[in-house]
């Protein structure tokens, strides 16, 4: 049972983490162009994205799997967005600067995936009937 907390607290810390730093970036220095650019804000839809998964999974760990993946595909698609959009031609901006702020990110809320898959795993095992 402790196992199981612990990589459930785990992700959560790693998925709070990220997503701080991200609000951070966002309101400081622009994560997509310059503070304050509008583009910014389809990362709202992340958060939202994210949420909305949390809850329909009730914040159990194979919920949160599922809503930490779904954070991941936002944010590719926001990366796809902004680059249909042009936001790499901008001169603060460039595709590897973009591809790659986004990239970690991603992997941040792909570690904290992993995290709750294995805190579903272990509650798996934990509630198997022995035989």
Aim: proline content about 2%; overall charge positive; glycine content about 12%.
């Amino acid at each position: 049972m402790r196992t199981r907390t612990s990589f459930y607290l785990l992700g959560w810390g790693l998925a709070g983490f990220a997503s701080l730093m991200l609000v951070w970036a966002m309101g400081a220095l622009g994560v997509l162009a310059v503070e304050g650019d509008p583009a910014d804000r389809m990362y709202f839809g992340v958060f939202a994205i994210g949420a909305t998964a949390a809850l329909l999974g009730r914040f159990r760990a194979a919920g949160m799997v599922r809503a930490a993946l779904a954070m991941v595909f936002a944010i590719g698609g926001v990366t796809v967005i902004a680059l249909a959009l042009g936001m790499h031609n901008s001169p603060i901006s460039s595709v590897a600067e973009i591809v790659g702020v986004n990239a970690m990110f991603a992997a941040m809320y792909g570690g904290a995936a992993w995290l709750f898959a294995q805190a579903a795993r272990v509650e798996r095992l934990a509630d198997a009937p022995l035989a």
